[in-house]
């Protein structure tokens, strides 16, 4: 089955920009979905198809996609963007998610 | 705007089965696929399997033998039933919609708030 690696920790200090990759594959071939994940909340898409953000997402995130890792980087971090983050692609018919990102604004 | 509301039973014994329902508001329900995702304690997210408003189902090869998601298509609801559980099967239970049957758009842009089921004797 296909697996996606992700580091389990990343820290930036407040206003610097942090980036968390997403090993897999050849997943530069799929399409990569990111989530942003708060205690007791549910998920957020905060990129979609490698580079997309959603409508309400700020500028700050951006994702790139190629050979086998995907990066979502924030910039200028916020204390609001304290959280665990999730890679995802679809791939064989069944959704595999990341191994999951807990990233600390310092 | 899109909403989900779950509901179902949070405490559980080993071997009976879970039964959670996901209730869709707020847009269409018809020609998208609506699936159930957990996350045990302290672990990562879990695709569990999804449903087409057709009924047409896919689930993720790890639980298939135990596992039926249903629909209700004319109340917007679907639903998760897993047999058998144990203490494995702890976790909070999401249910999400898939934005679009397209490949490149097999992502989750609306959450459910997340129901947690724990399983213990």
């Known amino acids: 089955s296909y697996e996606l690696t992700q580091p389990l920790s990343v820290s930036v200090a407040l206003g610097q920009t942090a980036s968390v990759t997403c090993g897999g594959d050849n997943i530069g071939g799929k399409n990569v979905h990111w989530y942003q994940h708060q205690p007791g909340q549910a998920p957020v898409l905060v990129m979609y198809r490698d580079s997309h953000r959603p409508a309400g997402i700020p500028e700050r995130f951006s994702g790139s996609n190629s050979g086998n890792t995907a990066t979502l980087t924030i910039s200028r971090a916020q204390a609001g963007d304290e959280g665990d983050y999730y890679c995802?692609?679809?791939?064989?018919?069944?959704?595999?998610f990341g191994t999951g990102t807990q990233v600390t604004v310092l | 705007q899109v909403q989900l509301q779950q509901w179902g039973a949070g405490l559980l014994k080993p071997s009976e089965t879970l039964s959670l329902t996901c209730g869709v508001s707020?847009?269409?329900?018809?020609?998208?696929?609506w699936s159930w995702i957990r996350q045990p304690p302290g672990k990562g997210l879990e695709w569990i399997g999804e449903i087409l408003h057709t009924g047409r189902t896919n689930y993720n090869p790890s639980l298939t033998s135990r596992v039926t998601i249903s629909v209700d298509a004319s109340n917007n609801q679907f639903s998760l039933t897993l047999r058998s559980v144990t203490a494995a099967d702890t976790a909070v239970y999401y249910c999400?919609?898939?934005?679009?049957?397209?490949?490149?758009?097999?992502?989750?842009?609306?959450w459910g708030q997340g129901v947690l089921v724990t399983v213990s004797s």
């Open positions: 707020g847009g269409s329900f018809n020609n998208f696929y």
């Open positions: 999400a919609r898939v934005a679009s049957q397209i490949i490149s758009s097999r992502y989750y842009d609306y």
């Open positions: 995802q692609v679809w791939t064989s018919g069944t959704y595999v």
